[in-house]
Structures are given as structure tokens and as C-alpha cells.
């Protein structure tokens, strides 16, 4: 996978040389390319904002540099979005904004099968909106906040995505396994030792019968997805085993609230 960046601090992506991401470039498997969208400006003071039309607080990126980045970068022209095919238009174009679609593990899953993306950091009062009309394949959110600047939502979105690729984690099962995956949440996890500060492991998980500890991992990602993400299991159709075991998870809460455990 190819991914450009394109952003007026490249400085902030110096964490793409650091763990998981880092090994993936070394490995080959994504080639990462930071631009800065200053090289695209044309005056002494290399500007890239101005005041936007109608008023209001705030500076906003301007319309002309983002166009010749993009026509660099991609080495095309903008598509018509009806007519945006990786092969008419290279280069998935990826605009992170608050009015964006919010980007979850589906669209990142999504996303890791295009073969090169192209993301838009934006800053200030955010981008001319005529780039994203003509340019953008997608505008996503990460969250109802917002952030000084793209980079850092950029960042989030590549490392969700790349982590989806094959050979970039060491156990592929284990992308499988990520909360969000599978609508839930992520079951609790535990390593050596066995017991700490009066702490233990849940016996099941000690018993080496696989059936029983995936039962469990099950109960225990339907609980804690009712606890803390109720709004997930409405989005879910539970089949009749999953209902029995949220059930029996409810149970045991309730039994242990009321010896004070």
C-alpha cells in the first residue's frame, strides 16, 4: 500500500518510523510519503491561508496549493466522484474533518484494500471546501471533538489501517481479535504471574480446555460491551448461544454485587 500525506507540519509524523508502522515500511509492506504543502505556494511569506468569504473568526487553508498538491501528488486531475475508480482516479483521497464520516474498524477494514490513499490534513479553520467537492473520495471524523489540526486524526486513521494489512502484525489472528472487530468489545486479558497483590487469573483461563476459555472470551466481551458500550449490542443481532451467555454474565454481576464482591 502507498499512503501520501500532505500537511504544512511533516514533523508530525515522525512516529511513522516507530514501531508497528516503522516495521511495516522497513518490511516494504506500505510506502509512506509526507509532503509539505508549503512547497506548493508561490510568494515570499509561502502562504497557505486567508480570510474566508462572508466573514467570520479564524484563517482558512487556501483553494490554490491544495490543487497543485493534489495534481502533483496523485498525478492526475480531479474525478468526478460518480466516476472515481482506483483507475481513473489514483489515489484514495481522505480529508479528516469533524463533519466527516465517523470512521470505525469496518471503514478502516474498508479502506485497507485500496492500494494507495491520499490524506489531507488540514489546519486553521479547515480547507477551502471546493478541494474536498472536487478532490475527496471520503471526509471522515474520528470523534465528535475537535483537534488543532488533521495530523494527528491522520495518524490515528493510518495506524488502524495499516495494522489491517497482511504480515504487518506478527500474529495474524490477532487483528481478528481487536475489540470493534466482531461489534464488541474486547475481552480482559491476563499474563504471568498467576496471582499479584491478591489478584489471580481466572481459573478457566489455566484449565488448557480451548472450548471452555473461548466460551468465556465470549461472555466476557458480550458483558463488558452491555457495561460500558450498550449501544453497540443494539446494533447487533445476538444469535441464541450469545444471548444465554450475557445472560449468565448478568447473573454472576449480580450475585457478586450483592456478596459486596
Not at 38 to 50: L, M, P, S
Not at 140 to 150: A, F, K, P, T
Amino acid at each position: 500500500m502507498r499512503i501520501d500525506v500532505i500537511t504544512i507540519f511533516p514533523d508530525y509524523f515522525a512516529p511513522l518510523e516507530l514501531a508497528l508502522l516503522g516495521k511495516a515500511r522497513s518490511r516494504g509492506i506500505v510506502d509512506v510519503r509526507v509532503h509539505d504543502l508549503r512547497q506548493w505556494t508561490y510568494d515570499v511569506h509561502r502562504t497557505v491561508d486567508d480570510a474566508p468569504y462572508g466573514g467570520g473568526p479564524g484563517m482558512l487553508m487556501k483553494v490554490e496549493p491544495w490543487w497543485q498538491a493534489l495534481t502533483e501528488v496523485t498525478g492526475r486531475g480531479p474525478v468526478p466522484a460518480q466516476d472515481r475508480t482506483p483507475e481513473t482516479a489514483p489515489g484514495h483521497v481522505i480529508v479528516p474533518t469533524p463533519a466527516g464520516r465517523v470512521f470505525t474498524q469496518a471503514v478502516a477494514e474498508e479502506l485497507a484494500a485500496q492500494p494507495w490513499l491520499v490524506f489531507c490534513c488540514g489546519r486553521y479553520e479547515g480547507i477551502d471546501a471546493r478541494v474536498a467537492e472536487a478532490w475527496a473520495d471520503q471526509e471522515l471524523s474520528i470523534g465528535d471533538y475537535v483537534l488543532s489540526g488533521g495530523e494527528l486524526a491522520a495518524m490515528v486513521l493510518i495506524d488502524c489501517i495499516v495494522r489491517q494489512l497482511p504480515g504487518v502484525l506478527g500474529d495474524a489472528e490477532s487483528a481478528t481479535q481487536d475489540s470493534f472487530v466482531n461489534g464488541l468489545l474486547d475481552c480482559p486479558h491476563y499474563t504471568r504471574p498467576e496471582a499479584y497483590e491478591g489478584q489471580k487469573v481466572p481459573p478457566v483461563l489455566l484449565s488448557g480446555n480451548h472450548a471452555d476459555i473461548s466460551r468465556w472470551r465470549l461472555k466476557q466481551a458480550l458483558g463488558r460491551t452491555w457495561q460500558r458500550r450498550p449501544d453497540l449490542l443494539e446494533k447487533r443481532v445476538l444469535s441464541d448461544d450469545e444471548r444465554r451467555l450475557l445472560e449468565e454474565f448478568k447473573q454472576e454481576m449480580s450475585k457478586q454485587e450483592l456478596s459486596g464482591a
